[in-house]
């Protein structure tokens, strides 16, 4: 389970990398700056200068660039918004009187290699008599092992297996509506968890 420590240790972690990208640009910057300085300030005048001021030139710029690419890598690494790992949207429907306060709600993504925990996006009543809990997720890791597991306090637990092949294509449209694969709960009642307990869920 993804506890507060955790979540303050990657929370540093990523700071951490965002301080570091940032010394080695504004290091790697004022390298090339003073090197450049020096190098304009020599008077050539043969094409073999003419070239060497090109090429350095095009040196400097393809060193800014990688710079601010490795800034712009760590900034949306530590706020979550990394484009390059798919992430899972959800909606879950179950009876009203199960969810009373979303911050009371605690959803996790468990694989074979992490948990992530989840974002908690609204919640919406319905006209069944149930009510919609929205929400998303990232996949971090390669793998099809992946479990969503709901964690109401007080009322149970409740694990929805995610069908999604381990390097899942993203998709427009929800999915159908799955059952829960595992509920532990007390107050589940005597309403079949078929009829009360769906996910559906797509990749974004």
């Known amino acids: 389970m993804t506890t507060l420590s955790s979540l303050w240790t990657e929370s540093a972690d990523g700071r951490l990398g965002i301080l570091m990208s940032a010394l080695s640009g504004i290091a790697m910057a004022l390298a090339v ?17 003419v070239a060497r001021h090109g090429f350095a030139t095009l040196a400097a710029i393809v060193l800014f660039a990688f710079a601010a690419y490795d800034m712009r890598h760590a900034a949306l690494a530590y706020l979550g918004l990394n484009p390059s790992k798919p992430a899972v949207e959800f909606e879950i429907r179950m009876p009203r009187e199960m969810l009373t306060a979303t911050t009371d709600t605690q959803i996790e993504l468990h ?13 919406r009543d ?25 964690n109401l306090p007080g009322k149970g637990i409740f694990e929805f297996r995610l069908r999604l092949p ?10 159908p509506w799955h059952l829960a694969d595992r509920i532990a709960s007390p107050l589940a009642g005597p309403v079949a968890p078929q009829d009360a307990y769906t996910i559906r869920y797509r990749v974004l």
């Open 33 to 49: 700056g003073l090197a450049m300085t020096v190098y304009f300030r020599l008077s050539y005048r043969t094409w073999r200068d």
């Open 111 to 123: 694989t074979d290699r992490n948990q992530t925990l989840a974002l908690v996006e609204g919640v």
């Open 126 to 150: 319905l006209s069944d008599g149930r009510t919609m809990l929205r929400g998303a997720v990232a996949l971090n890791h390669r793998t099809a092992d992946r479990v969503l597991v709901v």
């Open 166 to 175: 381990a390097e899942p294509h993203r998709s427009e449209q929800f999915g």
